[in-house]
């Protein structure tokens, strides 16, 4: 469970491992090679025998692709890994580039070159992005041809580590507020209405939450590497591992799922001949749409038929949750108490700050694992977005600078994340009016109403328009979904600049994290977690509106805010905030953090 600040990577991967998979694609007659960051599931956080960018790269960002030519190679990232990149990439064997302007198609269409043959696995690829990868490199007149044997795999060999069998275990009705038939028969109904027999589901947390299952697979995540069949009918085929197979599951799971082996399921795609099969061309790789049309069977292209439930948390999920993040802001109490007295003097490195959180979690007594490795930034460091300290990075806090610290936990009852920027010693008046213009965008999302059918990506600019206003923005998304003791990124639910046509829901969990960050200086984020609610009717309205209701429960640091930036309004808003938490969190922890939060909680 300790987060570990060893590297698991350095900048030789790419120079030593480039010649072994080039070396491998020559034998199967290949000109190149696609190597995305996904795995077999598209998961985000990978265990590590599937993290293969990594391998190749070098990167260990949770989003990032590369292509392997023979004579030159590409790493692509997006706006959060910009920093990290260079520094873990060894950028005399990789081109660095921005994976979303242009991205991997741009590249396969001036990289390559009309006769040219690129291998691809398609289990690691979607089939929308397939197709524009395709027509892409068809445009230069190249072909993307599907590899039977993954070169990078054949060349990562006996060094590659085993796969996960971390067992699956039941996650009771008291957590998950529904029984496991009654999800599938509820599921099944909604097949039968798309006029679909199946569907086959491979993204891992759909899995866990239709069995009511949780596992240990992914890194962080209580995730279960696993693919299903459901029928319309409510019956199951449950492909597993059996090392995870523990002696309780076979009962829970009921006689209405039958439990096979990973070995057994292209057998069962191939007995869906004849019928209807929806499966999700954004979570479930190319391979199977392949092995279903060879089958003969009819696929519909579909949204996973989890996804919306599974976001949408029912009561007793959003009870749970709400009581993880009131445990959660103990911990939170007693890090952010030790951060504004001991540490100010001590002035700890990043590792103490990660050590120390990690440490007040635990004496909850009730933390399963962390939900991503913690980020604290100190200083610099904050305006790298998804920096981890490692012993080679590690910084130490200096007085006059920001610490930046994201982080989460994993609870049977829920799943938190949280980001607090902190000053260290006396912040400048540029860092004070910053964090400001963030805490008013960060409010604006908090406290916004809205009618049903709208989408985070409407919502997007309340939280930037501040910055706007002075010219300044964030490069990363505003708010993700987050599970019931899940995944911490949870779609199909986002606020972000990109479209999303994903109506937000009651019972949907969605961060909400406006930030900014100064490269070389400082960084600064504000993230609570917040679920949508059905909001009071409003006078005089004529349509039923929607809310949200903050789930997190820590201080906001007083120090650093410009109070006559803020309207009334707002100075209200962080008031009655600040004055739940201290009712909520204030009896639960130690005399000393009490009397300390009664000051911190204290009205503008």
Aim: charged share 20%.
């Amino acid at each position: 469970m300790r987060q570990t600040f060893e590297e698991t990577t350095d900048r030789s991967f790419g120079p030593r491992h480039v010649p072994l998979i080039r070396q491998a694609m020559a034998a199967q007659g290949l000109d190149g090679f696609l190597v995305p960051h996904e795995d077999e599931h598209q998961n985000e956080y990978l265990p590590a025998a599937n993290d293969r960018l990594a391998w190749a790269t070098g990167f260990t960002g949770s989003a990032g692709a590369a292509v392997i030519l023979k004579d030159r190679a590409a790493v692509f990232v997006d706006g959060r890994y910009t920093l990290q990149v260079r520094d873990q990439v060894d950028e005399a064997t990789f081109e660095i580039r921005d994976l979303v302007e242009g991205g991997v198609p741009a590249y396969l269409e001036s990289a390559t070159t009309k006769g040219q043959v690129l291998g691809y696995d398609p289990r690691l690829h979607s089939p929308d992005a397939l197709h524009h990868l395709k027509a892409a490199a068809a445009r230069s007149g190249a072909e993307l041809k599907p590899v039977a044997a993954n070169p990078l795999d054949q060349a990562w060999g006996v060094q590659r580590p085993a796969q996960p069998t971390a067992p699956v275990v039941a996650q009771p009705l008291e957590h998950s507020g529904e029984d496991s038939a009654d999800k599938r028969a509820r599921i099944g109904k909604a097949l039968a209405a798309k006029g679909a027999d199946a569907t086959v589901l491979t993204a891992p947390s759909s899995i866990a939450w239709l069995f009511n299952v949780r596992g240990g697979d992914v890194i962080r995540s209580p995730l279960p590497l696993s693919q299903a069949i459901l029928h319309k009918d409510g019956t199951a085929r449950l492909f597993l591992d059996p090392a995870k197979v523990t002696a309780d599951l076979p009962a829970w799971l009921g006689n209405q799922v039958t439990l096979e082996t990973p070995d057994d399921l292209p057998t069962a795609l191939a007995d869906l001949k004849g019928k209807r099969v929806l499966v999700d061309p954004a979570l479930s790789s190319a391979w199977y749409f392949e092995a279903l049309a060879a089958a003969g069977a009819e696929v519909v292209r579909a949204e996973d038929p989890c996804a919306l439930p599974r976001a949408a948390k029912n009561k007793v999920e959003i009870a749970g949750t709400t009581e993880a993040h009131a445990r959660d802001g103990v911990a939170l109490a007693r890090f952010l108490h030790w951060l504004a007295t001991e540490a100010q003097t001590s002035l700890p490195d990043e590792v103490e700050v990660v050590t120390k959180l990690e440490g007040f979690r635990e004496e909850t007594g009730a933390l399963k694992d962390l939900s991503f490795d913690t980020i604290a930034g100190a200083a610099s460091n904050g305006a790298i977005v998804h920096y981890r300290p490692t012993i080679r990075l590690n910084k130490q806090t200096v007085s006059g600078s920001l610490l930046l610290v994201d982080s989460g936990a994993q609870y049977l009852d829920g799943t938190t994340d949280v980001t607090r920027t902190v000053a260290i010693g006396e912040p400048s008046q540029e860092m004070r009016e910053r964090f400001t213009l963030v805490l008013k965008g960060h409010l604006a999302l908090a406290a916004i109403r809205f009618p049903a059918g709208t989408t985070g990506s409407a919502l997007d600019i309340l939280a930037r328009a501040p910055l706007w206003a002075r010219g300044l923005d964030y490069d990363h998304g505003t708010g993700h979904g987050v599970g019931s003791y899940l995944g911490v990124h949870e779609g199909p639910q986002r606020i972000a600049k990109l479209p999303n046509f994903v109506a937000l829901q009651p019972g949907m969990i969605l961060s909400n994290e406006p930030g900014y960050y100064k490269e070389g200086a400082y960084g600064i984020r504000i993230e609570n977690l917040q679920y949508v609610t059905e909001a009071a009717s409003i006078a005089g309205g004529e349509r039923p509106m929607l809310g949200f209701e903050t789930l997190t429960l820590a201080p906001i640091d007083r120090r650093l805010i410009v109070t006559d930036l803020l309207t009334p309004d707002e100075r209200a808003q962080l008031d009655a905030y600040h004055a739940r938490v201290l009712a909520v969190v204030g009896p639960r922890v130690p005399a000393d953090v009490r009397t300390w939060m009664g000051q911190a909680c204290a009205p503008l």
